[in-house]
């Protein structure tokens, strides 16, 4: 006679039916140890602390805490108990309802959670939290090629206009050096927040872009983002010594550092920085038109619906460099961009301007 434990109407826990095929045999599978999802994010977060870029750590951090909201909302506080429908409600949720200045994610947005979400499931599988091969189980998200490309951009002329009346209006105040830096150079938010008033050479006509992590400022690429960039606008050189001479709040940051673009309470925020773009941008600050709230005033015209974001702002400088016909390796030195990243993403000439400029730059060569 068969004893109990051979009986096959058995249900309890390893011998259910419904369990993966893949898990059984497997003694991790069966020897999960609790953790919270708190402490398994914060496990995993310092792991992979030397080996993410800080930006990029940063984005990590930003996903996983809304995971970490997630099962707090849906009380799963043991993280062994974490399956491949509950990934996917999570997914889910993050994409349609966690979302707070959006309906949904964009694409890229949501692949960008979903890569996170597996990296994370798969270091919880080396630490015993979830069963070996949960990651497997959250299949790669593809982005269309027409998701990768972004189309929108600031016009250089609208770029223009607003550093000019910056100019006129504001001269050297820190909200011009920022629309002066973004027009001459199509920096990245980081770049201006990391830059020192060392690293500003008038003599040379130059800004000096550094890896500086120890103090907390860090660039898109690490170090190979670090280079000498050449002030060529007129007018760029005289404004940053007014500003310096004149209107930066001379302070030192907590690490002994000079920052160029300051507050009273030291280096300027990135958020402050993004405030900028998105105040002086909208068309009311210019004097013009917009059909934003009638109670919006010039001072919080950065919540315009109308107005650009920075990377609006690069993109435009890019694609004016572009078709002032100046070489793509040269527009990708400059920016710290590579060329295929710049056909993606950055280029807003249209087909026939693309065309022209091949046209163009073949004759000249074969002229020669």
């Given at each position: 006679?068969?004893?109990?434990?051979?009986?096959?109407?058995?249900?309890?826990?390893?011998?259910?039916?419904?369990?993966?095929?893949?898990?059984?045999?497997?003694?991790?599978?069966?020897?999960?140890?609790?953790?919270?999802?708190?402490?398994?994010?914060?496990?995993?977060?310092?792991?992979?602390?030397?080996?993410?870029?800080?930006?990029?750590?940063?984005?990590?951090?930003?996903?996983?805490?809304?995971?970490?909201?997630?099962?707090?909302?849906?009380?799963?506080?043991?993280?062994?108990?974490?399956?491949?429908?509950?990934?996917?409600?999570?997914?889910t949720w993050r994409a349609e309802e966690a979302p707070t200045s959006v309906d949904h994610l964009a694409p890229k947005s949501e692949k960008t959670q979903i890569d996170i979400t597996r990296k994370f499931v798969e270091h919880?599988?080396?630490?015993?939290?979830?069963?070996?091969?949960?990651?497997?189980?959250?299949?790669?998200?593809?982005?269309?090629?027409?998701?990768?490309?972004?189309?929108?951009?600031?016009?250089?002329?609208?770029?223009?206009?607003?550093?000019?009346?910056?100019?006129?209006?504001?001269?050297?105040?820190?909200?011009?050096?920022?629309?002066?830096?973004?027009?001459?150079?199509?920096?990245?938010?980081?770049?201006?927040?990391?830059?020192?008033?060392?690293?500003?050479?008038?003599?040379?006509?130059?800004?000096?872009?550094?890896?500086?992590?120890?103090?907390?400022?860090?660039?898109?690429?690490?170090?190979?983002?670090?280079?000498?960039?050449?002030?060529?606008?007129?007018?760029?050189?005289?404004?940053?010594?007014?500003?310096?001479?004149?209107?930066?709040?001379?302070?030192?940051?907590?690490?002994?550092?000079?920052?160029?673009?300051?507050?009273?309470n030291g280096r300027v925020a990135r958020s402050t920085i993004r405030k900028s773009v998105y105040r002086w941008s909208c068309p009311q600050a210019l004097g013009d038109e917009c059909d934003h709230d009638?109670?919006?005033?010039?001072?919080?015209?950065?919540?315009?619906?109308?107005?650009?974001?920075?990377?609006?702002?690069?993109?435009?400088?890019?694609?004016?460099?572009?078709?002032?016909?100046?070489?793509?390796?040269?527009?990708?030195?400059?920016?710290?961009?590579?060329?295929?990243?710049?056909?993606?993403?950055?280029?807003?000439?249209?087909?026939?301007?693309?065309?022209?400029?091949?046209?163009?730059?073949?004759?000249?060569?074969?002229?020669?």
């Amino acid at each position: 006679m068969s004893s109990k434990d051979d009986d096959p109407n058995d249900r309890r826990v390893g011998s259910d039916p419904n369990r993966s095929n893949s898990t059984r045999g497997d003694p991790r599978s069966t020897n999960l140890k609790p953790i919270s999802p708190a402490e398994a994010v914060e496990w995993y977060l310092h792991r992979r602390r030397n080996e993410l870029a800080s930006s990029s750590l940063k984005t990590h951090r930003s996903s996983l805490r809304h995971f970490t909201k997630w099962t707090e909302q849906v009380g799963i506080e043991n993280l062994n108990e974490l399956d491949g429908r509950a990934i996917q409600r999570y997914l889910t949720w993050r994409a349609e309802e966690a979302p707070t200045s959006v309906d949904h994610l964009a694409p890229k947005s949501e692949k960008t959670q979903i890569d996170i979400t597996r990296k994370f499931v798969e270091h919880c599988e080396t630490i015993d939290a979830v069963r070996v091969g949960l990651h497997e189980q959250i299949l790669p998200f593809r982005v269309k090629e027409a998701d990768e490309v972004r189309d929108e951009m600031l016009e250089m002329e609208r770029i223009s206009e607003i550093h000019n009346y910056l100019e006129t209006y504001h001269y050297a105040s820190r909200d011009h050096i920022i629309w002066t830096l973004l027009a001459e150079s199509g920096f990245r938010i980081g770049a201006l927040h990391s830059l020192d008033v060392q690293d500003f050479d008038p003599d040379n006509r130059t800004l000096r872009l550094r890896y500086r992590p120890e103090s907390e400022t860090s660039l898109k690429n690490d170090r190979g983002s670090e280079r000498l960039v050449g002030l060529i606008r007129d007018g760029t050189v005289e404004a940053l010594q007014a500003y310096i001479d004149d209107q930066r709040v001379s302070v030192s940051d907590e690490y002994g550092r000079e920052p160029l673009l300051t507050t009273r309470n030291g280096r300027v925020a990135r958020s402050t920085i993004r405030k900028s773009v998105y105040r002086w941008s909208c068309p009311q600050a210019l004097g013009d038109e917009c059909d934003h709230d009638d109670s919006m005033t010039s001072s919080d015209a950065w919540r315009c619906a109308n107005n650009a974001c920075p990377h609006m702002v690069r993109s435009g400088v890019i694609t004016y460099l572009l078709r002032e016909d100046v070489p793509i390796d040269y527009v990708s030195d400059r920016c710290d961009v590579s060329p295929s990243v710049i056909r993606t993403h950055y280029d807003g000439r249209g087909e026939s301007e693309r065309m022209e400029a091949r046209s163009q730059a073949i004759a000249e060569q074969l002229a020669n």
